[in-house]
């Protein structure tokens, strides 16, 4: 069955360490995105991006990467650059142009807690 | 004006109310919208999508207003298993969905 894989479900990082959280998907989507989402608030976009070697920041880019070597896949790196990671990180993927295929597609999530 | 814009709630109603919430899009050329459903601490499911002037989907139903710029979510006969979080997610011309929010449903007995 195709869908998206995020790894790995929970993640500590020690201060002044870099985490890499891992999405990976299986639906030939052009489209990848990450989203943070705080306790009680809506999901922000992170980064996205629509083609392979190709990503925009969204509108809390700062302290975060990304990369997209490959259609499948699209990893956020959160650097020690962000001081407030702790929150719960969600991976999208869809097909953005074309009415009818542009719904979102999600990972399981990853819960990033700071030690 | 934020881009979308959703009352946080909670609403809370009992077991067989009929309850709606709105969702109010600030950008005109926005071309498709959604409504998603989130437990706490899961990823978002598509409930339902909206593309022309409404869908309805059992006890579900969503309507899109294109003059008043608001699509708007009923549930009818409400469930406990109801209660969760409806994101409202709207496509704009640049392709990059857009969420609102959330609005918190509470269903009790």
């Known amino acids: 069955d195709g869908g998206i894989t995020q790894s790995p479900k929970y993640l500590f990082r020690k201060e002044g360490q870099n985490v890499t959280l891992s999405c990976e998907q299986n639906?030939?989507?052009?489209?990848m995105y990450w989203y943070r989402q705080d306790p009680g608030q809506g999901l922000r976009l992170i980064y996205y991006?629509?083609?392979?070697?190709?990503?925009q920041k969204g509108d809390i880019a700062e302290g975060y990467s990304v990369s997209r070597e490959k259609k499948e896949s699209f990893p956020l790196t959160v650097t020690s650059a962000q001081k407030n990671p702790t929150a719960f990180y969600l991976c999208?993927?869809?097909?953005?142009?074309?009415?009818?295929?542009?719904?979102?597609?999600f990972g399981s999530g990853t819960q990033l807690s700071v030690l | 004006r934020k881009e979308v814009e959703q009352d946080p709630g909670p609403f809370n109603v009992p077991e067989g109310a009929t309850v709606a919430f709105n969702c109010t899009y600030s950008?005109?050329?926005?071309?498709?919208f959604f409504w998603y459903r989130q437990d706490c601490r899961k990823e978002p499911k598509l409930l339902m999508s909206?593309?022309?002037s409404g869908n309805e989907d059992g006890r579900f139903t969503a309507q899109l207003n294109r003059a008043s710029q608001y699509i708007s979510l009923l549930i009818r006969d409400s469930k406990l298993s109801d209660s969760a979080t409806y994101l409202c997610?709207?496509?704009?011309?640049?392709?990059?969905?857009?969420f609102g929010r959330g609005t918190s449903l509470i269903v009790h007995p």
């Open positions: 999208a993927s869809n097909n953005p142009q074309g009415l009818g295929k542009e719904k979102l597609f």
């Open positions: 639906l030939n989507h052009d489209a």
């Open positions: 991006s629509q083609i392979v070697n190709d990503f």
């Open positions: 950008n005109s050329a926005s071309q498709s």
């Open positions: 909206v593309y022309s």
């Open positions: 997610v709207v496509n704009p011309g640049s392709y990059i969905p857009t």
